[in-house]
């Protein structure tokens, strides 16, 4: 009880000591003592961290880069009145073509994707993301759009990039953000739809808006002449030691949730719904949302890459038949194969 008495006592002198933080000397003459002050600079320290400016010393530029690969996604536009796809959208195998609003069906050509395609130059990878077409109401791309980067080429990614909202025609940091999946549990088992995924997906943000170690290392714009088309550029140096990789694109109305990424583990086929006429139509709980099959990047693809494109007469898709004989490496860390990735660190930006 004496013991409890005394923590109350020195909480009380704590509290005060706080409150007596602002007040002039006079009334806090009589004040205890050195313990608490020097406990409340340590709060107000971790409360307050020091901002960093974010300034770049290398943008990207874009012209004159040379083709890595691209490749055509089905596209909507001309067929959205029969409210269903036909091809494109198969859960099993975690490929979506529902540019559609749940239930109603609603067209959403912002997020349609129609061509895929990455060019290089010395030191940056750019995605270029072509859409059917633009929200109506804003004539903007007002969705997330995100490259997603296969570097053990097993059909799981390793990390992502999202680009949200992108508005402006020039290059920007803004809004574009990187999350690795450290602990190699993004797409649970296989690429089948794993009953109760408990994973947290790519779970570490390693790029926000610029802040970090390097705030060049991934941009978004939206350039809007003759095709709506949103592009995302991505360091080149992050990936130099293994520049080799398989990479797919995402675009979804609602704000991409990196932790919940692989949408046949986090959603149910009955909860996903389907665009396909059938057991599982309309769209339900996921909608607005295209991605497309693989493309490789820093190699020659040898047919057997899982979700890979078609490759001019070369099918190199895996069977949608049997997802289930696709199963994982075992353990990828991605940020020992590619340590200046993970080195990238979040910090807080200053508040404009
Ligand atoms: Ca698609
Ligand atoms: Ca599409
Ligand atoms: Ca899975
Ligand atoms: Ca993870």
Redesign the pocket.
């Known amino acids: 009880m004496k013991f409890v008495k005394q923590v109350l006592f020195l909480s009380i002198v704590f509290a005060f000591a706080l409150q007596a933080c602002g007040l002039p000397s006079a009334l806090t003459a009589d004040e205890p003592t050195a313990q608490p002050v020097a406990t409340q600079v340590a709060i107000a320290t971790e409360q307050q961290p020091t901002p960093v400016e974010i300034v770049h010393t290398l943008i990207p530029f874009g012209a004159d880069s040379k083709d890595v690969a691209n490749a055509h ?2 596209e909507e536009s001309n067929s959205y009145d029969s409210k269903s796809v036909m091809f ?1 959208d198969d859960f099993n195998i975690n ?3 529902r540019p559609f609003t749940s239930v109603d069906m609603a067209y959403l050509p912002q997020v349609d ?1 129609v061509d895929i395609g990455m060019t290089e130059d010395d030191n940056y990878y750019y995605v270029h993301i072509k859409l059917a077409g633009v929200d109506p109401a804003t004539g903007g791309a007002n969705g997330s759009y995100a490259v997603d980067f296969d570097t053990s080429i097993d059909g799981k990614a390793e990390f992502i990039i999202i680009a949200q909202t992108p508005t402006s025609a020039e290059w920007s940091t803004d809004g574009v953000s990187i999350h690795a999946d450290e602990n190699s549990d993004v797409g649970g088992e296989s690429l089948s739809p794993d009953n109760g995924y408990t994973g947290d997906g790519f779970e570490k943000t390693v790029f926000n808006a610029g802040t970090g170690n390097d705030p060049d290392a991934a941009w978004s714009r939206f350039v809007n002449e003759g095709s709506p088309v949103v592009e995302i550029a991505f360091k080149k140096a992050f990936l130099a030691a293994q520049p080799k990789f398989m990479w797919s694109v995402t675009a979804s109305l609602a704000t991409i949730d990196p932790t919940k990424f692989y949408y046949n583990d986090t959603y149910t086929i009955e909860s996903a719904g389907s665009p396909v006429l059938g057991d599982q139509y309309p769209v339900k709980d996921l909608a607005g949302v ?3 099959c693989r493309l490789p990047a820093g190699f020659q693809p040898t047919g057997t890459e899982p979700l890979g494109c078609h490759v001019g007469q070369q099918v190199i898709e895996a069977d949608p038949s049997s997802p289930s004989t696709i199963h994982f490496t075992p353990i990828f860390n991605i940020c020992k194969v590619y340590p200046a990735l993970c080195e990238l660190q979040v910090v807080q930006p200053i508040k404009p």
């Open positions: 996604d089905n494109g490929r979506f073509e994707i295209d991605n497309t």
